[in-house]
């Protein structure tokens, strides 16, 4: 099994209210290799804190989220830093993912760098074509890319370090509908051939069914197995 969630539970404070709301996934969320999980529920339920804690960047105030058997939030050192490499993610705002003093070059060879892996040659070109990008946007800044090839950009970035997983919070609900039809299959084509897994975050059905062959969704603190 590559991912094991077990009783997760997250308070945050919510703003104007004096308690805390809690994120609460009750049952067992598991994830396979080359799996496509859907994690839907509407606005504010807490997708995104739970995708957050499922990718070791927050911790839960209790449970556990195993990685190939290990709890990924007791890891430290060189695992933590190769968990953090299997397992990337892909937000909903694409622009705020990048340096906009960098130009794209800089920003997509930065992971190399953190991991201090070697870049294969014409490798990161490839994912550019496979992303239906072209090599000149490497050159140009965030700012003069659209929304959908900032997109392709950030999913180019977090495939090229070839991970175990990807959780993707909701990568095309800021897209026109033509726009989000060709993300999504860039998508499902990419993960496929890598047999890469993923935890979609969306809170459109449609979405989740195209792309998800499990799905569940967040409701009041409780995680239910949707389809």
Excluded at 57 to 68: A, M, N, T, W
């Amino acid at each position: 099994m590559l991912l094991k969630a077990r009783d997760i539970k997250k308070t945050f404070p919510v703003p104007g209210k004096a308690r805390k709301k809690m994120v609460q996934a009750l049952g067992n969320l598991e994830i396979q290799q080359g799996a496509r999980i859907g994690l839907m529920g509407v606005s504010g339920v807490g997708k995104t804190t739970l995708g957050l804690i499922l990718a070791g960047l927050v911790r839960p105030d209790s449970g556990r989220v195993l990685f190939h058997e290990r709890p990924i939030h007791r890891l430290r050192g060189a695992q933590w830093k190769h968990m953090r490499k299997s397992i990337q993610m892909v937000f909903q705002h694409p622009e705020s993912a990048f340096d906009p003093r960098w130009k794209m070059r800089k920003s997509l060879e930065e992971p190399f760098k953190i991991h201090g892996l070697p870049m294969e040659k014409g490798g990161l070109e490839s994912v550019l074509e496979e992303m239906g990008l072209p090599l000149g946007v490497l050159d140009r800044y965030p700012s003069q890319l659209s929304g959908g090839e900032l997109q392709r950009a950030a999913l180019a970035r977090a495939l090229c370090l070839k991970p175990d997983l990807v959780v993707l919070d909701e990568p095309t609900s800021m897209l026109d509908p033509l726009t989000q039809s060709r993300i999504l299959a860039v998508i499902q084509k990419s993960l496929e051939r890598r047999n890469t897994a993923c935890l979609f975050i969306t809170h459109n059905l449609h979405v989740a069914k195209a792309v998800c062959s499990q799905c569940y969704v967040l409701e009041g603190g409780r995680l239910e197995n949707l389809f």
